[in-house]
Nanobody, 124 residues
Framework: QVQLVESGGGLVQAGGSLRLSCAAS????????MGWFRQVPGKEREFVAA????????DYADSVKGRFTISRDNAKNTVYLQMNSLKPEDTAVYYC?????????????????WGQGTQVTVSS
């Protein structure tokens, strides 16, 4: 079991930056593949980024490639999402997700554990 708590959301102007953090409980954080998803009201939750257990491999949705960076610090049990050049269409609730083992995953059903989400609002 792992518990996830996101932080770092807020209101930012278009073109600005935010860094989201996701702190995980437990002593086996390095055994979890991690991901970030986002959701807007009335739409399905969508994949944003994923990272392998070691942090050596990352993957991104096309909509955020070149602007967002996922990283992790296994010593601090934390995964990050650095978001640059934000656009109004990035406005959503952002969720951190974890799955024990594996390589990396991009689909909702592949993750076992979820945080409560943090709101990101980008004004135009």
């Amino acid at each position: 079991q792992v518990q996830l708590v996101e932080s770092g959301g807020g209101l930012v102007q278009a073109g600005g930056s935010l860094r989201l953090s996701c702190a995980a409980s437990g002593r086996t954080f390095s055994s979890y593949t991690m991901g970030w998803f986002r959701q807007v009201p009335g739409k399905e939750r969508e994949f944003v980024a994923a990272i392998t257990r070691s942090g050596g491999i990352t993957d991104y949705a096309d909509s955020v490639k070149g602007r967002f960076t996922i990283s992790r610090d296994n010593a601090k049990n934390t995964v990050y999402l650095q978001m640059n050049s934000l656009k109004p269409e990035d406005t959503a609730v952002y969720y951190c997700a974890a799955r024990s083992g594996g390589y990396y995953y991009t689909r909702l059903y592949e993750y076992n554990f979820w945080g409560q989400g943090t709101q990101v609002t980008v004004s135009s």
